[in-house]
């Protein structure tokens, strides 16, 4: 197993896991997510299922508890339902035995439909307890749901390292990448760039700085496109403002002013914590629409 970053696309992610590069599903990755990724990916499905519509989106749910609470029920609720005749909206009901969940039962946990006794018991018992915190996650394929077919919901349980494998075997999870500066992409757990060695924690401090120097000069110079570096005198500071190959004035005649300079040179000290080994070329990465 290998800490790393996973994503699909520009559609999820991207998240910190953990898996096994070998075990591979057509190609794709299998990843176990710790809880706050978990949570994360559940918030960007609910979103996804918000803007296209449940009907042709997967979503995850994370429900907690504590290891003494007394059973629960939860409604989670979806979109409308293709094949009712009467208008209606889908959901499910989530049981919780989180005492058995402590204990590894598999009969901890249940998934049927929503009836009204359902509701009832879920608006009267919510989680309490002293006990240990403990959560599991639920992954709802709404297109399935009405067809009555009994994979289209299903509990996922923490492993033996507190991890949720979620969309293993499933989807189309794919290493996320980091971008170097000298512009060769990596995936997440390579900690240096093999086209010219930076380290992945230089090149994001880089890039952060970058996009903060800026901001701070576009503010005069919208075409502004890279600065020139230089630390002779052992403090970095920026000797040249570029567009697009031409130099841009800094003196009176030009767009900037002492100010705009000075805030752009603390922007880019405090970003490089001092470094001796400032000078040279930094562009500015694309400033986001």
Known sequence: MIETRVCIDNMLGPFDCKLDPHNRWNGWLSPHFPLDAARKLADQTLRMADEYGY????TIHVIEGRADSQETVHIIEGGPSRYSEEPEDLAVAVRINWRALERGSDAATSITDATPKARKAARRRKPTGRGARRAVAVHIRWMYLDEGSDTAANVIRPDREGLYAIGGWEWTWHFASWWC?????????????????????????????????GEVLHRLAPGATAVLLDSMDGVPHIAAVFANGTELSTGDDGPFDTETLGEADVALRVGLDGSQNASGLMVFPACDD
């Open 55 to 58: 009907d042709g989106v997967d």
């Open 181 to 213: 500066v000298c512009g060769a992409g990596t995936d997440w757990h390579e900690t240096e760039c093999g086209r010219c060695g930076l380290s992945r924690e230089k090149a994001l401090l880089l890039t952060q700085t970058a996009r903060k120097v």
